[in-house]
């Protein structure tokens, strides 16, 4: 996808509202469910199927680093943080996703646009791992 395509999804709403359905229905495949008002994830009711589905297939951890790369390349971009916060937890407190881990830190948290997005998320981790 070229620049030019990029800004003409990020200037349409209908085009974004696609983007978001895709990603929804992503996550969902995934074990997790998107709230549509602040933007937060939580586990869906069947998520123990899908988080065994993703353990044992990691060629989907690449899947997710181009969906995060894509969410901001088409402005939407406010959905990573929610998203590594969510599995962030659920890696390093709750113990899930564990074999997820080395693409959450060497590929998912680089696709954020700023190193001070990515400080933020390195600190969240540390705060919720000392709980």
């Known amino acids: 996808m070229t620049k030019e395509e990029a800004e003409i999804f990020k200037n349409s709403k209908e085009l974004k509202e696609k983007i978001l ?3 929804e229905m992503m996550l969902n495949f995934y074990g997790i469910k998107l ?3 602040n933007l937060e ?3 869906n009711e069947d998520w123990i199927l899908h988080y065994e589905n993703l353990e044992h297939h990691p060629h989907n951890f ?3 680093t181009r969906i995060l790369k894509c969410l901001g390349f088409l402005g939407l971009k ?3 943080k929610p998203f590594l916060k969510f599995v962030g937890d659920e890696i ?3 113990f899930e996703l564990t074999s997820c881990k080395q693409s959450f830190v060497n ?3 680089p696709t954020l646009e700023t190193e001070q997005d990515m ?3 390195v600190e969240y981790i540390r705060k919720i791992q000392r709980k």
């Open 21 to 23: 359905k895709s990603y």
């Open 35 to 37: 709230n549509k008002e």
């Open 41 to 43: 994830l939580s586990r």
């Open 107 to 109: 590929f998912w948290i």
């Open 119 to 121: 400080i933020e998320i």
């Open 78 to 80: 406010e959905h990573k």
């Open 62 to 64: 690449l899947r997710i």
């Open 92 to 94: 390093f407190t709750k």
